[in-house]
Nanobody, 127 residues
């Protein structure tokens, strides 16, 4: 079983950048599609970005397209989320997740399609 630990969250001013990391242990993440979700207080988790096992395919929520970039390094067993031009509405807890379903068959934006979750890291963007 893979365990996921997020890091890199923090507080930043609007327009700034943060890079989130997701470190996996236990098994290689090369067998999993990976994604980042975020959760606002009192809301369901929402999809932010996803990446296929090889990294050859990515998908983004419309709200972050052009600002966020997801990447993975299977050799290091890590997944990243580069967040630029941050906005106050990006303030949320961010979660890393892994899905054993292969990319073409994965409904990326549905949280219950993912098998493994990290504990989350908080991102706060001030205006």
């Amino acid at each position: 079983q893979v365990q996921l630990v997020e890091s890199g969250g923090g507080s930043v001013q609007a327009g700034g950048s943060l890079r989130l990391s997701c470190a996996a242990s236990g098994r290689t993440i090369s067998n999993y599609a990976m994604a980042w979700f975020r959760q606002f207080p009192g809301k369901e988790r929402e999809f932010v970005a996803g990446i296929s096992r090889s990294g050859g395919a990515t998908e983004y929520a419309d709200s972050v397209k052009g600002r966020f970039t997801i990447a993975r390094d299977n050799a290091k067993n890590q997944v990243y989320l580069e967040m630029n031009i941050l906005k106050p509405e990006d303030t949320a807890a961010y979660f890393c997740s892994a899905a054993s379903t292969s990319w073409p068959y994965l409904t990326t934006y549905v949280p219950r399609r993912y098998d493994i979750w990290g504990q989350g890291t908080q991102v706060t963007v001030s205006s």
